[in-house]
């Protein structure tokens, strides 16, 4: 998993502790930016229905559903996945003029 905040990798084979932080930035590492769950286009921003709501996504906390992710390197990545195939539809062919028909 990479630091939310530093993108350091940060090993973990081992259970993730509620007050871990990171060995680079020093900024906790079980927080919600760190979590596979983590989705900013979703409810709560949270894709795990269950899980209780967290306010601040850059403190620890403690999920109970917390696993060591993507979080906000994946929705990111999602994210430009999408504008690209969003830019790709929308975009004009080659030697259409703008304007009115």
């Not at 973990?12 to 979590?35: G, I, L, M, Q, W």
């Not at 403690?62 to 504008?83: D, M, T, Y």
Request: overall charge positive.
């Amino acid at each position: 998993m990479k630091c939310w905040n530093c993108a350091t990798e940060i090993d973990t084979r081992e259970r993730v502790e509620f007050r871990a932080a990171c060995p680079s930035c020093d900024r906790a590492v079980h927080v919600c930016k760190n979590c596979r769950h983590y989705d900013p286009a979703y409810y709560n921003q949270c894709r795990e229905t269950a899980a209780e709501r967290v306010v601040d996504k850059e403190r620890a906390n403690f999920c109970e559903f917390f696993a060591p992710g993507g979080g906000i390197a994946q929705a990111k990545r999602i994210g430009s996945q999408a504008r690209a195939q969003l830019d790709a539809l929308f975009k004009k062919p080659p030697g259409a003029k703008g304007g009115q028909a």
